[in-house]
């Protein structure tokens, strides 16, 4: 029996494990892959308050060395009991006082050719991470909702020009947004047409596009892509234990606990507006303050 076992080691779980030593709490500390999540794949972070510029390796080299003493498991949680607080892992049950959540959500990808060789050398799933290292460069982004339009905006202030590229010829975005991206000079509208392959050697260089209407391809020369067609939160092992979002997400009150009592989420796995390193950064410590509040009310 421990006090807490948070499931996921991305910033919000790593952030949480500093968070429940601090306060004297038993952790496990859960990760199936590798420590920092989507934060290990950044070439450079320049968003992170402390540092200037870093890497996502270094970065989560920062937070690792901050729970050395907080046991941790490289394993998968199979699945999950949470009315008893037990997880299972595939050699083992462990029980719980409590159990964060903070598995992290995962860019949808276009499932192209070219797009996993590239990712980081030109294929980027977050415009606000990289969008200043195309300063005066030529950029595509990739989707038709809120989300792509609003990365194509944030891009015009330092790409020469960008390619706005949905597969139909309307946008989910509010019209608001739309209104401004069709006013933007800088942002060209490539509409009803596909990605087909991205190519380049060391770095991307050309998109290759498809109109679904007229069949033609053509090939858009750019330095990057932004692709942002959705992203898949990891829940698919609660098999509906706990309220979620039709899109997948972790529904939580302001404590950031879950439908269940004793289980929270913090970071890019729950429902909410801005998913990036310090917020999940930040969800793990208030979620490891409910917790440790929630503990003593037990």
Excluded: W
């Excluded at 960008?162 to 933007?184: G, W």
């Amino acid at each position: 029996m421990v006090d807490l076992a948070i499931i996921g080691g991305g910033p919000a779980g790593l952030s949480a494990a500093v968070y429940a030593k601090r306060a004297g709490l038993s952790t496990i500390l859960f990760e199936k892959m590798f420590f920092g999540g989507q934060m290990v794949n950044s070439h450079n972070i320049e968003n992170y308050p402390g540092y200037a510029s870093i890497s996502g390796i270094d970065l989560t080299a920062k937070f690792t060395e901050a729970v050395e003493d907080v046991e941790k498991r490289m394993e998968e949680i199979m699945a999950v009991d949470f009315s008893n607080k037990i997880l299972f892992t595939a050699r083992e049950r462990i029980q719980a006082r409590s159990i964060l959540i903070a598995t992290g959500a995962k860019p949808r990808l276009l499932g192209v050719e070219g797009e996993e060789r590239l990712s980081g050398m030109g294929v980027s799933y977050c415009a606000t991470c990289d969008g200043a290292f195309f300063r005066n460069r030529t950029v595509c982004v990739v989707g038709g909702g809120n989300t792509a339009l609003d990365d194509a905006l944030y891009l015009s202030k330092f790409a020469k020009e960008i390619y706005l590229i949905h597969r139909r010829d309307a946008f989910r975005a509010d019209e608001l947004t739309v209104n401004k991206v069709k006013a933007e000079p800088l942002i060209h509208l490539v509409l009803d047409t596909e990605v087909q392959r991205l190519d380049g050697k060391d770095s991307l260089e050309n998109v290759l596009v498809r109109n679904k209407k007229t069949g033609e391809e053509h090939a858009i020369q750019a330095d990057g892509i932004f692709i942002a067609v959705g992203n898949i939160p990891q829940t698919e092992f609660l098999n509906g234990k706990i309220d979620l979002t039709p899109e997948g997400y972790i529904k939580t009150d302001e404590s950031l606990q879950t439908s269940m009592e004793g289980v929270f989420a913090a970071g890019d796995v729950r429902e909410k507006e801005l998913r990036q390193i310090v917020t999940a950064a930040g969800d793990g410590a208030v979620a490891v303050d409910s917790i440790r509040k929630y503990l003593q009310s037990t």
